[in-house]
């Protein structure tokens, strides 16, 4: 397996239901980081994590909590969601954080629907 | 505050030129990506400018002037699998940060 791998592709959710979405790169990077996609929104930066430590939380509220247990691996924890949540969420990575030429590979991301 | 400008849709004719414009007000530029996204699927690496000037790769280039804070991409002999999402993104210094655009929807038509 090569690239950035999201699973799951789809999820339907309860707004008291808690679940994860998992993000795996199998590309050395060392910087990873979570983006949500709105419907006619920029995309826009949740987290971003160099060598498994947080650098950047783009004022996320706290329904939202990530993890990342090695540079590797990220998680995006999610509960008591609103409808509003719903989106297509983004992981990517990337070499570091500023002189790669190569910018972000982005996952396929999870399609998140908040009923 | 960061704030990258493009079209919202184009349309061109296959086999015809394109070229989609990105104006950009951003502090501590580090770079300009652009990115293709079909429908449901990630975006993907296009191309970087970081110096003024053109990039070219194929049948695909990108322009920058950093004094003027304008990008473009130029897409030639657009082919039918070209009709996606453009988006246009900004580095912000060593953060990491990719600023976006909302993108530029092209649909090419035969």
């Known amino acids: 397996e090569t690239g950035v791998t999201q699973t799951p592709r789809h999820l339907v959710m309860g707004m008291t239901n808690k679940k994860s979405l998992k993000c795996e790169q199998h590309l050395g990077h060392n910087a990873m980081y979570w983006y949500k996609q709105s419907a006619k929104k920029p995309l826009e930066l949740m987290f971003v994590?160099?060598?498994?430590?947080?650098?950047e939380n783009n004022s996320v509220p706290s329904r939202f909590s990530p993890e990342c247990p090695n540079s590797s691996h990220l998680f995006l924890h999610l509960h008591t969601l609103q409808p509003e949540d719903s989106a297509l969420y983004l992981c990517?990575?990337?070499?570091?954080?500023?002189?790669?030429?190569?910018?972000?590979?982005f996952g396929s991301g999870t399609r998140l629907t908040v009923v | 505050g960061q704030n990258i400008d493009q079209p919202t849709e184009m349309t061109a004719t296959e086999g015809a030129i394109v070229q989609i414009n990105c104006t950009y007000q951003t502090s501590g530029f580090n770079g300009l990506f652009w990115y293709q996204q079909h429908a449901g699927e990630a975006p993907t690496f296009l191309s970087y400018n970081v110096l003024d000037g053109l990039e070219e790769k194929g049948r695909f280039s990108s322009f920058l002037s950093r004094s003027k804070g304008y990008s473009y991409l130029l897409l030639k002999e657009l082919q039918m699998k070209d009709s996606a999402s453009y988006l246009c993104a900004v580095r912000i210094g060593n953060t990491g940060k990719l600023i976006f655009g909302q993108g530029t929807t092209l649909q090419v038509k035969p």
């Open positions: 990517a990575s990337s070499q570091d954080l500023g002189r790669s030429n190569y910018g972000y590979t």
């Open positions: 994590y160099n060598f498994k430590e947080q650098t």
